[in-house]
C-alpha cells in the first residue's frame, strides 16, 4: 500500500502564499492521478487540484489563476503552490492519489487569518 506524507501547511495572512508538498512512499506501481482535496468542518471533502500522469490538470473554480498544481513522476510528490490565499482557503488539505485504489494522506491544515 502506498502512504502519502503531506507537508507546508500553516498560518498565513490574507494575500500571502504557502507552499503544500506531498509525497509517495511504500508499495507504488503507477500513480495515475495526484493532487490535493480540502476539507472544513461541517463540510464535504472538496477537490482543490488533480493532474493526471500525462499532466492533464484540473481545478476548481475558486482556486484557478490562484494555486499551481505540480508534479514530479520519477519522485511520486506532488506540489501545490498557493498564492494570494484569503480567508475562506482556510481548511484541512489532503493529498490525493489514485493507483488502482484511492490514497489519502493524513492532512495538513491551512489557515488563512490576519
Known amino acids: 500500500q502506498m502512504q502519502l506524507v503531506e507537508s507546508g501547511g500553516g498560518l498565513v495572512q490574507p494575500g500571502g502564499s504557502l507552499r503544500l508538498s506531498c509525497a509517495g512512499s511504500g508499495s507504488i506501481r503507477r500513480i495515475y492521478k495526484m493532487g490535493w482535496y480540502r476539507q472544513v468542518p461541517g463540510k464535504q471533502r472538496e477537490l482543490v487540484a488533480t493532474?493526471?500522469?500525462?499532466?492533464?490538470?484540473n481545478y476548481a473554480d475558486s482556486v484557478k489563476g490562484r494555486f499551481t498544481l505540480s508534479r514530479d513522476n520519477a519522485k511520486n510528490a506532488v506540489y501545490l503552490q498557493m498564492t494570494s490565499l484569503k480567508p475562506e482557503d482556510t481548511a484541512v488539505y489532503y493529498c490525493y492519489a489514485e493507483e488502482t485504489y484511492v490514497a489519502w494522506g493524513q492532512g495538513t491544515q491551512v489557515t488563512v487569518s490576519s
Open positions: 493532474m493526471t500522469r500525462s499532466g492533464f490538470t
